[in-house]
């Protein structure tokens, strides 16, 4: 190891930018730097980002939360504002996640489309977590399908005018923007 990296990794975690495993952002505007004057905002692990008013992208959540007993994986709405924080991170721009979902499992580890599906399908109890295993066929070949039906989601399963989620708010406890969600209701 140099000089260099000893140094970099005696300072504290908060001096590195990390905090228990979570990535630090300010919760300032992204000009500003680094905990001066702001309080970070921490980045949960293994958060799904997705279209909230894509009608199969609501089904599928539902089906997680039902499927997924230990509460493994949590949940964002690439229309709020949180999700900003994991877009940064992950160093997408939104439009990325309208057109591919992103499925955020921790520090510097992240997956978009049908792989982020097959992760997320990991974390399950068996016999779905089985299918994970289809993560053999090559990246391309699976999202060649999955694209395709990302395109025409709308077409085919619809669209809401409104996020979703809000229509089952006993499901909110599992989203990692919740009171932002829920705040954006009371102002409608």
């Known amino acids: 190891m140099t000089k260099r990296t000893l140094e970099s990794l005696s300072r504290k975690p908060l001096e590195r930018g990390w905090s228990y495993g979570f990535r630090c ?23 799904l980002v997705y279209d909230a008013v894509s009608r199969v992208c ?16 949590k949940f964002c709405c690439v229309q709020s504002d949180t999700a900003e924080l994991y877009l940064r991170a ?3 721009e939104r439009e990325d996640v309208f057109n591919r979902m992103l499925f955020v499992e921790g520090l510097n580890s992240y997956y978009q489309g049908s792989t982020a599906a097959l992760q997320v ?41 409104d996020i979703l989620i809000l229509q089952e708010k006993e499901l909110l406890g599992r989203f990692v923007d919740r009171e932002e969600l829920l705040s954006k209701a009371h102002d409608v």
Do not use: N
């Open 25 to 47: 952002f300010s919760s300032s505007s992204p000009s500003s730097s680094r905990f001066k004057g702001t309080i970070p905002t921490l980045l949960q692990p293994r958060v």
């Open 58 to 73: 609501h089904r599928g959540v539902k089906w997680v939360i039902k499927t997924d007993k230990h509460e493994m994986i």
């Open 90 to 92: 992950c160093g997408l």
């Open 121 to 161: 399908l990991s974390y399950m109890p068996i016999p779905y977590s089985v299918l994970s295993s289809l993560r053999v066929i090559p990246t391309p070949l699976r999202d060649v399908v999955y694209d395709c039906v990302a395109k025409r989601r709308y077409e085919w399963f619809g669209k809401s005018q």
